[in-house]
């Protein structure tokens, strides 16, 4: 079993794991609970792929994937904020709406072949032993992006003043209304800077760690993670970073067991494959749904740590919202 390999390839899949639990957790942070992703990163993924097929550059599909999760999370925040509906059921809604436009918008495109994003090395740190082939080799942008974005976010939460802005409004909203904080202006910002990210992890599937589009299955299910890890992580993007690339490992370590379980004495590799690793692929979701059961657990919540006013709709002149 390579490991260089396990972790060269869970460095790519995680980043897709990484942008996605950090765009939720600005918007969570913010008081906004987001269960679209699953379907703004599907429609991120269909609209970047076919911008790029459409226009040749892959850069351009990006960007136009992180307009697309932005747009369809603008409806979130018009629906939850504007209108202090059920964040839930507006958020599962926006993932049927997102699904259901990608699926239509992507008819005729499996198959297709538009520009991806390139990998390159990173000079001298490729070369160095272990570290260089897992970290620095054979890599897209986006995945040296990945390594900057998640300590940039911990540093911009934590310890600038729009940061602490961001975790006012999400804690204690009408303590930050009363010092001139205008809640409503960044719960719609970070609602759409979380969607844009979302859209931005879809492009990277799309365009970059498995090209292609291949319907539902392109994210096959990945959004629903990302919402699991930023309760484990809770709601810190260092962590968030972390559990995304065990996650990205988990997944080609469950390719690379066949070799292995077969000199244990599976020799069936049906057995393998649609057994022991059908169970194995399980792993992620069963974990995010644990994650989801605490997360709905409002003792659990203030114990992890999630901002106090996670979705609880704020109404200007009511306190304790």
Request: proline share 5%.
């Amino acid at each position: 079993m390579n490991w260089v390999i396990i972790l060269h390839a869970g460095l790519a899949t995680g980043t897709v794991l990484l942008f996605a639990a950090i765009g939720e957790i600005f918007a969570e942070r913010s008081g906004i609970l987001n269960l679209g992703v699953e379907g703004m990163m599907l429609l991120g993924a269909m609209a970047g792929f076919s911008v790029s097929l459409a226009t040749g550059s892959p850069w351009i599909g990006l960007a136009a994937a992180m307009f697309a999760g932005g747009i369809l999370s603008v409806a979130h925040g018009i629906v939850t904020i504007h209108f202090q509906a059920d964040q839930v059921v507006s958020g599962l809604s926006l993932t049927f709406l997102g699904t259901g436009l990608a699926l239509v918008l992507g008819e005729g495109l499996t198959g297709q072949n538009p520009a991806l994003i390139p990998n390159f090395d990173i000079p001298l740190l490729a070369s160095i032993p272990f570290i260089g082939p897992v970290f620095f080799d054979d890599h897209s942008l986006l995945v040296y992006i990945g390594y900057l974005f998640a300590p940039l976010s911990w540093y911009y939460i934590y310890r600038t003043k729009p940061g602490m802005n961001l975790r006012a409004v999400g804690e204690k909203p009408d303590a930050a209304d009363t010092m001139g904080v205008n809640v409503y202006r960044l719960r719609y910002l970070y609602v759409i800077v979380g969607g844009c990210l979302a859209g931005l992890a879809g492009a990277t599937i799309s365009l970059s760690v498995s090209p292609g589009w291949y319907s539902t299955q392109t994210t096959s299910g990945q959004g629903w993670i990302a919402i699991g890890l930023v309760i484990f992580a809770q709601w810190n993007p260092l962590r968030a970073a972390l559990g995304a690339y065990l996650f990205g490992a988990l997944r080609r370590f469950i390719l690379d067991l066949q070799g292995p379980a077969l000199l244990l004495g599976f020799t069936n590799p049906l057995y393998i494959n649609s057994n022991f690793g059908f169970f194995l692929q399980m792993t992620p979701y069963i974990l995010t749904i644990l994650a989801l059961l605490i997360g709905s657990r409002a003792a659990l919540r203030k114990h992890i740590g999630a901002p106090a006013a996670l979705g609880v709709a704020y109404i200007r002149g009511e306190r304790g919202a």
